[in-house]
């Protein structure tokens, strides 16, 4: 039994790439014997050895170019002169490829009140991402994105920022406005427009904006 279905999945397969591989002229259409005596398939007669050869041919061709094509690409990457001669800017990293910690970092350790914070915040956008993606989900408001997975993202470059920065931001980085002391209601004020948005109810949902905290208003078009 297990013998025949793996020879049913074996001729689905080889039906299913037919079109694609005649389409790119490579190989012939197979044809199929009727002597199979499984009522779900029939059987690849001799036929058809040319196609599935060209099939598996052009199935490792294809895996070779993209082979290729990724180290040509991380070659380019780690170069330290792009097609213009110009220097790459270096990258700034503490931690290896291994997560240990940099020998030659100039990494300061924070303080424990500087790493509590950022924690903390870290879980507030959390749970208010959770809380108001079910308030949208409910219909009580148009429009709702989440930070989920990026919120040290937010915190940490909100943290190495001085509030004196002006941030640009798109509309998964409502943790640089937390960081920076937009309250809880603040987000409430915008997300449903009331009388207490600083936007007046102008900007869709998430479309934060606060000139006290530096933050231009989100807009839409990310480009």
């Given at each position: 039994?297990?013998?025949?279905?793996?020879?049913?999945?074996?001729?689905?397969?080889?039906?299913?790439?037919?079109?694609?591989?005649?389409?790119?002229?490579?190989?012939?259409?197979?044809?199929?014997?009727?002597?199979?005596?499984?009522?779900?398939?029939?059987?690849?007669?001799?036929?058809?050895?040319?196609?599935?050869?060209?099939?598996?041919?052009?199935?490792?061709?294809?895996?070779?170019?993209?082979?290729?094509?990724a180290q040509l690409e991380l070659q380019h990457y780690v170069t330290d002169d792009d097609d213009n001669n110009q220097k790459r800017v270096p990258c700034y990293r503490?931690?290896?490829?291994?997560?240990?910690?940099?020998?030659?970092?100039?990494?300061?350790?924070?303080?424990?009140?500087?790493?509590?914070?950022?924690?903390?915040?870290?879980?507030?956008?959390?749970?208010?991402?959770?809380?108001?993606?079910?308030?949208?989900?409910?219909?009580?408001?148009?429009?709702?994105?989440?930070?989920?997975?990026?919120?040290?993202?937010?915190?940490?470059?909100?943290?190495?920022?001085?509030?004196?920065?002006?941030?640009?931001?798109?509309?998964?980085?409502?943790?640089?406005?937390?960081?920076r002391g937009f309250t809880l209601q603040q987000f409430v004020d915008q997300l449903f427009?009331?009388?207490?948005?600083?936007?007046?109810?102008?900007?869709?949902?998430?479309?934060?904006?606060?000139?006290?905290?530096?933050?231009?208003?989100?807009?839409?078009?990310?480009?």
């Open positions: 039994m297990a013998s025949s279905w793996s020879l049913i999945k074996r001729s689905r397969t080889l039906i299913h790439h037919k079109k694609k591989l005649a389409f790119l002229g490579i190989g012939s259409a197979p044809t199929f014997s009727s002597s199979s005596s499984s009522p779900f398939m029939k059987r690849p007669c001799a036929a058809s050895a040319p196609y599935i050869n060209n099939h598996f041919r052009f199935l490792r061709r294809f895996e070779s170019t993209k082979a290729e094509a503490v931690l290896d490829d291994n997560g240990m910690p940099m020998k030659y970092s100039n990494y300061v350790q924070i303080s424990k009140e500087m790493a509590v914070k950022m924690y903390s915040d870290m879980v507030t956008l959390q749970t208010m991402d959770s809380i108001f993606y079910e308030v949208q989900r409910q219909g009580r408001i148009s429009f709702y994105l989440t930070s989920m997975g990026e919120e040290a993202v937010n915190i940490a470059s909100a943290a190495a920022l001085s509030f004196d920065d002006v941030i640009l931001p798109q509309y998964r980085e409502p943790g640089v406005l937390l960081w427009g009331n009388t207490s948005d600083l936007g007046k109810g102008r900007q869709m949902p998430i479309h934060y904006g606060s000139n006290k905290h530096n933050y231009f208003t989100v807009s839409s078009p990310i480009a």
